[in-house]
């Protein structure tokens, strides 16, 4: 028994050494950042104060982040190196951020997800219960459109009841149907983006709630992440609360029904997963072919999904902290906090922000489970390379360039947005 246990702890002890080796193989490479200082350039007061969301223009020259604190998002302009420059900012009325174009005051409060449109940048804001759009000019310089809420005076409310607590957006593709993850509502509603204004077009809730289509399982309870299918034929929308993924089929025609769901054991009830992964599940992304979905879970954990023809999730693996059974480990808890989560465009590649080891994690997408290639960290430390330390304090948000050159992460504890070249 001594003789086997002491091979157990040799063969783990590889595993963490051949883990902790691998980080400093590969790591996404700083470039710049924007905030208050500290090795960043200086961010107008108060824009970006609790940021988290971001986005990223399609044509791949702006980047848009949200100041939950703040109530404020802010527009940066890419340089061809990869270098961000302040392009302009709007704020709700009642935010008092001097320098900015102001929206209606009730709209912008605790903007929590963005979505980037073809001359349109959409935030949901999580404590207004409201869906806004920006214009914008030249891809920078946001200003107030229009909105759509749960009650707020001054935006559209038919058929958006089910707007409580919005905290992601997923654009469907051609930009014409925007799809929004609401936590206090634990559901799903599409808008309309076409014509003069946002419009409500239907909803997905537990049991029917709001008027909206039914989902048969307690598993939207706290969603916020959501993402839409390569080919449009389906979505998927991860929630924090019920530890659970729910598959929705998509038509051609832009609407949504429920097809089931997959989680850890509990309130959600779904499909149980063989490991229990899904623990404050914070993002999804899906791979650019379409064929497998990742999750990244605040316990620490990242779990791969292969997904099947017909759009339903089947689990292929994980890594995680802790030695979770049956998960590849992350060593020196990496993944700590796991939050955003972004695909290359190649599909060859995963990043994680997480905001407990102030770190993006690279990982690789080859094999069942993700594997850790390297990381890069604020002042470095842990075997990953190093970066301004407000550039990555409470790592939270994820964007990859669509030429899958650079990297942009918002840093909610650092208040900073920053790039990194991709190699």
Do not use: W
């Amino acid at each position: 028994m001594r003789r086997a246990a002491a091979l157990l702890l040799a063969l783990s002890l590889l595993v963490v050494a051949t883990a902790t080796a691998a980080t400093t193989a590969s790591a996404p490479r700083f470039e710049s950042c924007v905030g208050s200082g500290g090795g960043c350039a200086k961010a107008p007061a108060g824009t970006l104060g609790g940021v988290a969301a971001l986005a990223v223009a399609p044509d791949g020259r702006h980047l848009y982040a949200a100041g939950f604190r703040s109530d404020a998002v802010s527009a940066f302009a890419i340089g061809a190196d990869g270098r961000l420059g302040f392009d302009g900012c709007v704020a709700d009325g009642g935010a008092g951020v001097s320098g900015c174009a102001t929206a209606p005051e009730g709209t912008l409060e605790s903007p929590a997800g963005l979505a980037a449109g073809r001359g349109a940048l959409y935030v949901a804001s999580q404590g207004s219960d409201a869906v806004t759009a920006l214009r914008l000019r030249g891809g920078g310089h946001p200003t107030f459109r229009d909105c759509v809420a749960m009650a707020e005076e001054g935006c559209a409310t038919s058929g958006a009841a089910a707007l409580r607590g919005p905290t992601a957006l997923a654009l469907g593709p051609g930009g014409r149907d925007l799809y929004v993850a609401s936590a206090d509502g634990a559901s799903v509603t599409r808008l309309r983006t076409g014509g003069a204004k946002l419009r409500a077009a239907g909803c997905l809730a537990y049991a029917g709630a709001f008027g909206c289509g039914r989902v048969r399982k307690n598993s939207l309870s706290g969603a916020d992440a959501i993402a839409v299918a390569p080919n449009g034929r389906a979505a998927y929308a991860v929630a924090f609360n019920s530890a659970a993924v729910t598959e929705l089929a998509r038509t051609r025609s832009g609407s949504l029904t429920y097809r089931g769901c997959v989680g850890d054991r509990g309130p959600a009830d779904c499909r149980p997963l063989p490991r229990g992964t899904l623990a404050g599940a914070a993002g999804v992304a899906v791979a650019p072919h379409g064929h497998d979905l990742y999750v990244a879970s605040q316990v620490g954990t990242v779990t791969h999904f292969a997904v099947t023809a017909g759009g339903r999730l089947a689990f292929a693996g994980c890594i995680g902290d802790g030695g979770l059974a049956g998960c590849v480990g992350a060593p020196r808890h990496l993944l700590s906090g796991a939050t955003g989560i972004a695909v290359a465009p190649d599909g060859r590649n995963l990043y994680v922000a997480a905001k407990g080891s102030d770190a993006i994690v690279e990982l690789s997408t080859a094999g069942p489970a993700p594997k850790i290639l390297g990381c890069v960290r604020g002042g470095g430390g842990q075997g990953c390379a190093s970066a301004p330390a407000p550039s990555l304090r409470g790592a939270y948000g994820l964007a990859v360039a669509p030429s899958g050159r650079a990297l942009f992460a918002s840093a909610s504890g650092g208040g900073s947005v920053s790039s990194f070249s991709l190699r």
